[in-house]
């Protein structure tokens, strides 16, 4: 990998993070989790920010630290959080300084996840209820997919494939490259 950057978008749950973190180590390359940055630089949690400051403070403080970490690094495998895309010009600006990868996981994926998980970290699912949460699921990803449809590569894979989708992911990276 040679001074590119790469973007991985998707829903909450769709394993962003997880391959994020396999694809660096298999490419050698640096892995950042965009809201693990935003904790370190801002010295609070994701959930702390949502409900002390509000979400619209969190999406633009989302926006500096991902301009920021655009500049300060040459290469990446970089996760966003799952509303990341869809503020501001945030994906065009993702897509301008890079490549975008959309990791497309069912909704139900994403719920039998969640629901086995818990969704306490997570602030926009936070207090929902376990029969509210596939619904609220399916209005989220129908509200954020204009946005997820922008990347450069889509990547559609059930939850459990975590090899398939990682090996998907460096074979498309590697084409591109090419």
């Known amino acids: 990998m040679t001074g590119n950057k790469y973007f991985l978008v998707g829903m ?29 630089q801002e010295g609070v949690g994701i959930t702390e920010i949502f409900s002390k400051k509000g979400e619209a403070y969190f999406r633009k403080i989302e926006r500096k630290h991902l301009q920021d970490l655009i500049k300060q690094n040459d290469e990446f495998i970089l996760a966003t959080g799952g509303g990341a895309p869809c503020f501001f010009d945030n994906m065009e600006l993702m897509n301008t300084h890079g490549v975008t990868i959309f990791l497309n996981v069912a909704v139900e994926d994403l ?57 998907q992911v460096i074979f498309a990276i590697k084409t591109l490259e090419k």
């Open 12 to 40: 909450p749950a769709s394993g962003k993070s997880t391959i994020g973190k396999l694809i660096a180590k298999q490419l050698g390359c640096k892995f950042i989790d965009l809201d693990e940055e935003i904790v370190a």
């Open 111 to 167: 719920f039998n996840k969640l629901a086995n998980k818990g969704t306490h970290k997570r602030p926009l699912l936070k207090n929902i209820s376990h029969a509210d949460l596939l619904s609220e699921l399916t209005s989220k990803y129908n509200d954020r997919k204009k946005f997820y449809k922008k990347s450069r590569i889509s990547i559609e894979q059930n939850i459990g494939e975590v090899t398939d989708r990682v090996n």
